[in-house]
């Protein structure tokens, strides 16, 4: 067993508890990942990587990553509402499916799968509670030629809500197949509406544009 950790890469999770409510209901919450180091080797390996933003691809070893371009100090703020959205910065990886994980990216065929994770950082100034797994944001390519919409999927768990007069982080996870991804030369990230649990739209419905770097 002890030999099989070199053919995986392994986590430490360090769960922050139940759910925040009186019935104590709901998924345990995730509060820290750490790679688990367990030779001197893979300390060294661990320590000379790229830091990659900790989605549900990297943390959940559902991808190793190589990275293709990244810009981390964008920190680009925009007003939806009253609420403060910061584009901090983004990531373009090849994810390359770990063994046992490949039937996730069926869709994708051979070509392989680029993947784009923004970092947001949102200031709640508004009356309201907000919901982070019900955004309803999308990557338009080209002006015209589609749209990809975010991969809650793979996106981290935690927090799933910002309480009003708080701020907390967002990533955003976007999937390309890699044969398509080279022939894009503009996105442009619609970030919003936030949808209640009801499935109602927050704020009118109002979402805020990021012209990505390529």
């Known amino acids: 067993e002890f030999d099989a950790l070199a053919t995986v890469k392994p986590k430490l999770v360090i769960e922050g508890g139940l759910a925040d409510n009186a019935n104590f209901s709901g998924m345990y919450r995730e509060k820290a990942i750490f790679d688990f180091t367990y030779s001197e080797e893979q300390a060294e390996v661990v320590a000379n990587a790229p830091m990659f933003y900790p989605d549900r ?3 959940g070893n559902m991808a190793d990553k190589a990275l293709i371009f990244e810009n981390t100090a964008i920190n680009e703020t925009k ?10 910065g983004i990531q373009y990886t090849e994810a390359i499916p770990t063994a046992g994980n490949e039937e996730r990216f069926r869709n994708f065929g051979d070509s392989g799968v680029v993947a784009l994770t923004a970092k947001f950082i949102l200031d709640n100034q508004s009356t309201e509670d907000i919901r982070l797994l019900n955004i309803g944001s999308k990557v338009t390519i080209d002006e015209n030629r589609g749209n990809v919409f975010a991969e809650g999927m793979v996106e981290p768990s935690a927090p799933d809500v910002i309480k009003a007069g708080e701020q907390g982080e967002k990533y955003h996870v976007f999937l ?3 044969d398509e991804f080279g022939i894009f030369k503009q996105f442009d990230l619609e970030f919003g509406p936030f949808v209640k649990d009801d499935g109602k739209k927050q704020f009118k419905g109002e979402t805020v544009k990021f012209n990505l770097p390529r």
Do not use: G
């Open 79 to 88: 007003q939806l509402a009253d609420i403060k959205v910061t584009l901090e």
């Open 176 to 178: 390309f197949r890699k």
């Open 57 to 59: 691809l990297t943390m």
